[in-house]
């Protein structure tokens, strides 16, 4: 059996921390100790690799990885090390998991109009992956119009890019005609005729309000949730880390049974 290491002090990190593989391939734990000593830890122990969770966990374990694919290195962030022949590689896996996750929750990114609530690395990254899917137009909401223009992707041709702060009162139209928002933090008051069945609502942070979310779902609209993300993106880590193919619905009944 593989040992992989969670380095997460978050829902995540507590709900799947001693989780055991049903086919007994692996098993996972959670780090108490900080991020130095665990990834030093990680080639006298034996350990496959390390799943980070929490944006600053992140950004730390990328100045740990000794090589860094092409997107960990342009966000500086890294969400899964791997050891490889005794090197360890950082990775940014959580964007590519996400839109994977999308797709299989019945969702396409193709031709759509996405809005981002709150813009953390997580959903910047994500933003980017968006952006070369072939989504049409991308909208950052954020406290100020300056932080939102920091987290848009580089101008990609075809893709309209918009930067509002969120007292704009475009904020609605906006959302009137989106495909999919995504919430990385409380969404404000909405008046209820901007949400309806064409609207896809997607939770990237866990335990946010849920007023919105049950509106939405009376309107004939669709929500990911945060769990669901969550569980299909450490499946998508742990593919990665063990080369082994990984059932995401353990990992689901595992983050449920913590709620």
Do not use: C
């Not at 130095?36 to 122990?45: C, I, V």
């Not at 005794?86 to 996750?101: C, I, Q, R, Y």
């Not at 949730?225 to 969550?230: E, G, K």
């Amino acid at each position: 059996m593989q040992w992989v290491t969670l380095l997460a002090d978050t829902p995540l990190g507590m709900a799947l921390d001693g989780y055991v593989d049903p086919d007994g391939r692996f098993s996972m734990k959670r780090s108490t100790a900080g991020a130095a000593e665990t990834f030093a830890a990680l080639t006298p122990l034996g350990v496959a690799g390390v799943i980070v969770s929490g944006n600053g966990a992140r950004a730390e374990a990328f100045t740990h990885a000794q090589r860094a694919s092409v997107d960990a290195s342009r966000y500086q962030s890294v969400d899964t090390l791997v050891q490889t022949r005794g090197l360890t590689v950082g990775e940014l896996t959580g964007p590519e998991a996400v839109v994977d996750g999308l797709h299989a929750a019945g969702w396409d990114p193709r031709g759509a109009s996405v809005v981002a609530i709150g813009a953390n690395a997580d959903a910047t990254a994500l933003l980017g992956r968006l952006a070369s899917s072939g989504v049409r137009e991308l909208t950052v909401v954020e406290a100020s119009a300056a932080e939102a223009e920091q987290a848009l992707p580089d101008r990609r041709n075809g893709v309209t890019l918009r930067a509002l702060h969120e007292r704009n009162p475009a904020i609605d139209r906006v959302l009137s005609a989106a495909d999919a928002v995504l919430l990385s933090k409380p969404l404000a008051a909405v008046n209820d005729l901007v949400l309806g069945p064409h609207l896809t609502l997607v939770e990237l942070m866990p335990d946010l309000p849920t007023t919105v979310r049950q509106r939405l779902d009376t309107l004939g609209g669709a929500v990911v949730p945060w769990h669901d993300l969550a569980a299909h993106q450490t499946a998508w880590a742990l593919g990665r880390i063990l080369e082994l193919d990984v059932d995401a619905k353990p990992l689901l009944q595992a983050l449920h049974a913590h709620r």
